[in-house]
């Protein structure tokens, strides 16, 4: 028996089964999990290839293979074309934005500025934070879409509010200048907040003036509501009643 045991141990040493296949499972499994996606993949694209091809084959028999190659010609078309107008003023890819998406109520004048040019999301992150009140007594965060809209004796700014947490789509508000407080703050810092339905404390908000905007009327926006303001200005404007005893 001890000489069996020996024996048995040497193999062990030599060839420990245990660890070999612990081992062939950790760098196998994840190779195998990939390749299963991939497969996957490829397999799922080859079929919507062949339902596309099956109209033009004799009973619908087509050569498995041929419907991915159809969709990988197609993606390769679409990027040498945009690879041809990179760099132009105005893309095929721009165009039919400004035809579909730029025409859609609501979420068309987010993504087009004026008739001509389109926002990408990655624009819409570079547009101007703000806060700005609805109601004399509630604010809102969002993003200045266009600063300069006149109506009437009284400036209006386009001002897009997102949904939270999606962001898009949104509302667009048309709001009094004076109603409107913008911010220092980077749009992203903005929407990483709202993404997260994080709260944006008064001590993180950078808020700053409109060109035409004296010190007094800035300070008094940002520390005061509207409602104080309104209040504020009429008890400032209201004739005092002197009354003796």
């Known amino acids: 028996m001890s000489r069996l045991a020996t024996l048995k141990g040497r193999i062990s040493e030599i060839f420990p089964v245990k660890k070999t296949l612990w081992r062939g499972i950790v760098i196998a499994g994840p190779i195998a999990v990939v390749l299963w996606i991939i497969v996957g993949i490829v397999s799922a694209i080859n079929t919507f290839g062949n339902r596309v091809l099956a109209p033009f084959f004799p009973g619908g028999h087509v050569t498995w293979g041929i419907g991915f190659l159809l ?4 993606v390769l078309l679409v ?7 990179e760099g132009r003023e105005k893309s095929i890819w721009q ?8 025409k859609i109520p609501l979420v068309g004048p987010l993504f087009a500025r004026g008739n001509k040019k389109v926002l990408s999301f990655e624009d819409f992150k570079r547009l101007t934070p703000c806060k700005f009140w609805l109601s004399g007594t509630t604010p809102h965060y969002g993003f200045i879409v266009n600063e300069q809209k006149v109506r009437g004796a009284e400036t209006e700014i386009d001002v897009y509010r997102p949904n939270v947490p999606t ?8 709001i009094k200048k004076r109603l ?7 749009s992203s810092e903005i929407l990483d907040k709202l993404a997260s ?6 001590e993180e908000e950078m808020p700053i003036p409109w060109e035409d905007e004296s010190e007094e009327e800035f300070r008094e926006r940002i520390n005061l509501t ?6 504020k200005r009429i008890l400032e404007t209201s004739p005092r009643n002197d009354t003796t005893c």
């Open 95 to 102: 165009t039919i934005k400004e035809k579909s998406v730029g």
């Open 167 to 174: 962001i898009i789509p949104g509302d667009l508000f048309p």
């Open 79 to 85: 990027g040498r074309i945009e690879l041809y107008y």
């Open 226 to 231: 509207p409602l104080e303001i309104a209040v």
């Open 71 to 74: 969709i990988l010609f197609f």
């Open 180 to 186: 409107i407080i913008k911010l220092a703050n980077s």
């Open 197 to 202: 339905v994080g709260m944006i404390t008064s």
